[in-house]
Every structure is written in structure tokens, then in C-alpha cells.
């Protein structure tokens, strides 16, 4: 009989810590592997041309690499801040996740091209690598070509500032992190 009301309460105990332990944590907060290593090896190829892109075209001097798409609805709400970093300077690589060339140029040439580069990542394979699992997906990457952060949804003013700005003009030496 005591078992009866023990166990309910005991189950309810159990809920109420890990409801507790949950809420202090970010749920959009997902730790990438990959933060402190070398961005993972690619061949893919720049959309509408069969120019080879690869890992070492990401070489030599801090950048972004920006998974995006132009199915994206988030994409869009971030591309008017990387029209304006592209125009200051900011180097950034675009790969083209899961989509056709023909719909990610249609896109590009509506909204604007911030991209240094476009890679075509069809298949999504190189975002399997990358880790990704949603776009937009932006990584900031040294000089080395190790990833320093990894920003998960659309770049705002505030991450920029606060986040992505400091570490490309301190890249390689600055800790690396993760936000969303």
C-alpha cells in the first residue's frame, strides 16, 4: 500500500529535477566537435561552374563559412547583415546546402551576393561533415583553416558584435567557442 504513493512521488521527484536541470541550459546551444580543429576536408565545386573548392581555398587568412540556401526563411533575415559585412570587408564563403544552382544564383541575384565564393553542396555532405543540421549555420575560421566559433541561426548585429567581429581580427589566438 505504501508503494503505491511512494512510487507516483518518487517518478515526480525524479521529473522536477531534470525539468529543473533543463532550464538552465540553452537548448540552442548544441557543442560542435569540431570547435578547436581544422575545418573538415571538402571537394566540392563553385555553383554554376565545374571550378573545383576544397579546404584549402579556405587557407590563409581568417574568413566565414556560411551554410545557407535559398529554401532558407532565416537565411534571408541574416543576409542584409552579410550584404553590409561583405561591403566592409569581411570575407565570407557561402555553400549552398542542399539546393539547386539555378535557384541559389535566382536567389543571390534578388537579394544581393555577399559570398566571395559560392560552393555547391548538393547533397549535403559537407554539412554532414561540418556538422550542420539546420541552415543558416555560420563558422568562423583562422587563418589555419581551424574553426574557431560556430553560430547556429541567423548572425545579428548583437553576435556580430559582441562574438564574431573580435575573434576574425584576432584569429588563430583567440579561445574558441560556440553560440546560437
Not at 547533397?123 to 583553416?145: C, H, I, K, M, Q
Request: charged share 25%.
Amino acid at each position: 500500500m505504501r508503494l503505491r504513493f511512494l512510487l507516483p512521488a518518487a517518478v515526480l521527484v525524479v521529473l522536477i529535477v531534470l525539468f529543473a536541470f533543463g532550464l538552465q541550459h540553452d537548448p540552442r546551444e548544441v557543442p560542435s566537435p569540431l570547435i578547436g580543429k581544422p575545418a573538415p576536408d571538402f571537394a566540392l565545386r563553385v555553383v554554376g561552374e565545374d571550378t573545383p573548392f576544397s579546404r584549402d581555398d579556405l587557407l590563409g587568412r581568417p574568413l566565414l563559412v556560411n551554410f545557407w540556401a535559398s529554401w532558407c526563411l532565416a537565411c534571408r533575415v541574416e543576409h542584409p547583415l552579410l550584404m553590409e559585412l561583405a561591403r566592409q570587408g569581411v570575407e565570407i564563403v557561402g555553400i549552398d546546402y542542399k539546393d539547386t544552382d539555378a535557384d541559389g544564383l535566382r536567389w543571390l541575384e534578388r537579394h544581393g551576393n555577399p559570398y566571395r565564393h559560392i560552393v555547391a553542396d548538393e547533397r549535403g555532405s559537407a554539412g554532414l561533415d561540418w556538422g550542420v543540421y539546420g541552415v543558416p549555420e555560420t563558422f568562423v575560421l583562422d587563418a589555419n583553416g581551424t574553426i574557431v566559433h560556430k553560430h547556429i541561426g541567423p548572425i545579428d548585429e548583437q553576435a556580430w558584435r559582441r562574438t564574431i567581429q573580435p575573434l576574425l581580427t584576432t584569429a588563430p589566438a583567440r579561445a574558441a567557442t560556440e553560440t546560437r
